[in-house]
């Protein structure tokens, strides 16, 4: 299995821009989550689906990012306009609804 | 509040176990422990969880107290590639799974 696939590996923009972050969860696995990583306040949960569904969005920070679950194998999380501070790693991971995570190798992002 | 506590850092020698010890004093009775752990520049990878018993993998062991209000994470023979942020993760893990990660241990293990 290649495990998590994330798209794109690191991602420059400039501040404005529309960003967008693909996800390709482990065949099988029905809960798909997306976090974000920054030094200011570590790793955070975003937002979390169930079969395709958005559970719990609650992380999202603002009207700005939007997540989406189209089927069973891929995911976006978009970013719209961005702003300097959504720099972070973004990571996306999938489970089949038991404690063990698997994660993506992640997306830096700038925002310039 | 942070429903775990864990020291910043340690280190380790190769081929000694490593220590890593966590606090949950407010767990309730439903909640796991969780270990996670993150080498730099990538994603968290799972390494081990529990609820009441001493669980045992390939990658490592979990003590947990009787009374649950703490846990140890085991490495047996700590090696260079172990070197990472250990984070102990409290949950009910009711239906979702959702993880809240803190600060973590950054452990260094030294040659």
């Known amino acids: 299995d290649a495990g998590v696939i994330q798209s794109p590996r690191h991602e420059v923009t400039e501040m404005g821009q529309e960003v967008t972050l693909r996800c390709k969860p482990i065949?099988?696995?029905?809960?798909l989550f997306w976090y974000r990583q920054t030094m200011m306040r570590g790793l955070e949960l975003l937002i979390y689906f169930n079969n395709n569904v958005p559970i719990d969005d609650s992380g999202m920070p603002e009207d700005r990012f939007s997540a989406k679950m189209p089927n069973a194998s891929f995911s976006t999380l978009k970013i719209q306009p961005s702003e300097p501070r959504d720099s972070a790693v973004y990571f996306c991971?999938?489970?089949?609804?038991?404690?063990?995570?698997?994660f993506g190798p992640g997306t830096r992002l700038t925002v310039l | 509040d942070a429903k775990t506590t864990q020291p910043p850092s340690m280190d380790c020698a190769e081929g000694r176990a490593a220590n890593l010890p966590c606090n949950h004093s407010t767990i309730s009775g439903n909640e796991y422990v969780y270990w996670y752990r993150q080498i730099h520049s990538q994603g968290p990878q799972y390494i081990i969880h529990?609820?009441?018993n001493n669980e045992t993998n390939e990658m490592a062991s979990l003590i947990i107290t009787e009374d649950r209000k703490s846990s140890t994470l085991i490495l047996p023979h700590a090696t260079l590639r172990d070197t990472a942020v250990y984070y102990c993760?409290?949950?009910?893990?009711?239906?979702?799974?959702?993880?809240?990660f803190g600060k973590g241990t950054k452990l260094s293990v030294i040659p």
């Open positions: 993760i409290v949950d009910s893990g009711a239906g979702s799974y959702q993880l809240t």
């Open positions: 065949s099988g696995h029905d809960y």
């Open positions: 529990g609820l009441k």
């Open positions: 991971a999938s489970s089949s609804g038991t404690p063990q995570q698997y």
